[in-house]
C-alpha cells in the first residue's frame, strides 16, 4: 500500500523558517521524482518544487527559489522541503507527490501518480 505522509507544517509568522518532510512507503522511492506542490484558500493547487531520484536535479518556482530548498534521502525514503523567508503569500497546505521517472514534466500535476493528504502551513503575524 503505497502511503506518502506529510509533517512539519504550522504557524510561522512572515519571515520565519519551516522544515517540511514526507515519509514514503509502498513503492520504489529511489525511483521516483519527488515534488511538493501547494493550494491555498480559494486557488488551484500549485507546483513548488520537485528533485529527481539522484537528488541532483531539482526544479522550483519562480516565487520560491532562493527561499525554499527540496532535499531527499533515499536511504530513508524521504524528501523534505526547507522553506525560510516565508511570506503569507506562501500560506497554503502542502502535498508531498512522486512520479514515475521520466515520464512527464516535473511541474505538471497529473504526471504525479501518488499524494499525500497534506500538511497546513499558515503565515500569519
Known amino acids: 500500500q503505497v502511503q506518502l505522509v506529510e509533517s512539519g507544517g504550522g504557524l510561522v509568522q512572515p519571515g520565519g523558517s519551516l522544515r517540511l518532510s514526507c515519509s514514503a512507503s509502498?513503492?520504489?522511492?529511489?525511483?521516483?521524482?519527488m515534488g511538493w506542490f501547494r493550494q491555498a484558500p480559494g486557488k488551484e493547487r500549485e507546483f513548488v518544487a520537485a528533485?529527481?531520484?539522484?537528488?541532483?536535479?531539482?526544479v522550483y518556482t519562480d516565487s520560491v527559489k532562493g527561499r525554499f530548498t527540496i532535499s531527499r534521502d533515499n536511504a530513508k525514503n524521504t524528501v523534505s522541503l526547507q522553506m525560510i523567508s516565508l511570506k503569507p503569500e506562501d500560506m497554503a497546505v502542502y502535498y508531498c507527490?512522486?512520479?514515475?521517472?521520466?515520464?512527464?514534466?516535473?511541474?505538471?500535476?497529473?504526471?504525479?501518480?501518488?499524494w499525500g493528504q497534506g500538511t497546513q502551513v499558515t503565515v500569519s503575524s
Open positions: 509502498g513503492f520504489t522511492f529511489s525511483s521516483y521524482t
Open positions: 528533485i529527481e531520484w539522484n537528488g541532483i536535479v531539482t
Open positions: 507527490a512522486a512520479k514515475r521517472m521520466w515520464v512527464g514534466a516535473p511541474q505538471a500535476e497529473t504526471a504525479y501518480d501518488y
